[in-house]
């Protein structure tokens, strides 16, 4: 079998045709998603990008991998190794546990120079990075390495290749042509122009509506406004953002007709995810990741698996991005490591009942230190460190059935709900404790190394 994994950066699902959005941003994943299985409540573990992709290639939470941020003492990466041979087998990282099973697996990636998470670059069989821009490269750019792969390799079995894909993160720098598509379709109603401009006044800081551009400089690309001041400005913002992922979406298409041109698409696995999603006017922060709400955490996961995934079918259980390995693992006949806090979902994709936890709980430790439980109905969020922030309250309740934008905390009104989210946490961060081979939880040790820098003479 062959397997081709798109990564692709700040995707939010609802921005995705499949996903129900009215807007034409994705033909092309939306044809993957109609031959495969499209699952709706697939959340990353930690956020963002270095948390999220550490946490499915290790397949271990970040409270127990140590990577609950890009930087700092979050990101000190926990694995333990033998003293020569790489890593103990029972915390063996995907890349290399797939190598076990028979699979070459290569990555297309800047990943691990962008954020030098180099462990990253462990165990897989071709690492190839497009250029030295980490992060900043087009998918033009990614594609001219990833298409060189494919068609060289022509009839080669056996493989999964990762292609992680930057141009949906922020500033949308894609020729200004590619929104034309979109017109005469909406972007969201959500926010409207009162609301846009309560948030305007009220929050400030990185990515706020005022806060976009450092120094108060004007927006240097045609498709990112310099400010989100109402209704018009937001609008631009969306708009810049489905034109990035419209862009991607072609590329996208670039491979699969790869693929069939060089006849290796029947058997070919096809899967479609992201790091974590973006906020577009929550707690008034535009296309960026600060905090741990549902429009960070919540991803889009799509798998067209040849007589394997039930073609047309939307799952509603509620996963995590590191669900991901064990599933992989599975449908290679192998046995997750006894370490990964992951479970299969295999079942899932063939249509039947299967996996699908009660709560789930992430964290974000790059701006905001905050830790969530997600249940069916709630989202509860509790933050040790707002970053400056004023919009986040140290603990916070919002019903996502009735609000899914997270406008109003319900904490103090629904108690009841609120113990029962915090139990569910304590539990959850006992467990974690429970399984050995953690250290220190590393939102603490940013919290810590906060306050030694805020204390230092």
Known sequence: MRIVLFDIDCLRPDHLGCYGYARPTSPNIDAIAKDGVRFDHCYCASSPCLPSRTAWSSGRFGIRNGVTSNVGAGADYYMRCR????????????????RQLGLDTISVSNFADRHNGYYFMCGWSEYLTPNLKGGGETAEEVNAVALDWLKKNAGRDNYLIHINYWDTHRCFKMDASWAD????????AWPDDATARAYYEKYQGS?????QFRNGK?????????EVRDRA?????????????AYVDHHIAQVMETLAETGDMN???IIVTSDHGDALGEHGIYTDHVCADECIHHIPLIVKWPGVAKAGHADTSFIYNLDMGPTLVELHGGEAPADWDGASFVRNLRGEPGLDREYLVWDHGLYTLQRAVRTNSHLMIRTYDAHGY????????YDMEKDPYQTTNIADSQPDALGRCDSMMNEWVSAQRAKGHVRQDPLMRTL???TRQLTRP
Do not use: C, K, W
């Open 181 to 188: 598509r979109l017109e005469g379709t909406p972007p969201p």
């Open 83 to 98: 003293n020569y041979g790489g890593p103990h087998d029972d915390n063996q990282m995907l890349m290399r546990r797939l």
């Open 207 to 211: 990515f706020t509506g005022s806060g």
């Open 390 to 397: 004023t919009a986040f309250d140290p603990v916070a309740l």
């Open 218 to 226: 004007e927006s240097p690309h045609p498709l990112m406004p310099t």
């Open 448 to 450: 810590e190394e906060r």
């Open 233 to 245: 400005t937001f609008e631009h913002m969306a708009t810049g953002y489905d034109a990035s992922i």
């Open 267 to 269: 058997d070919t696995a």
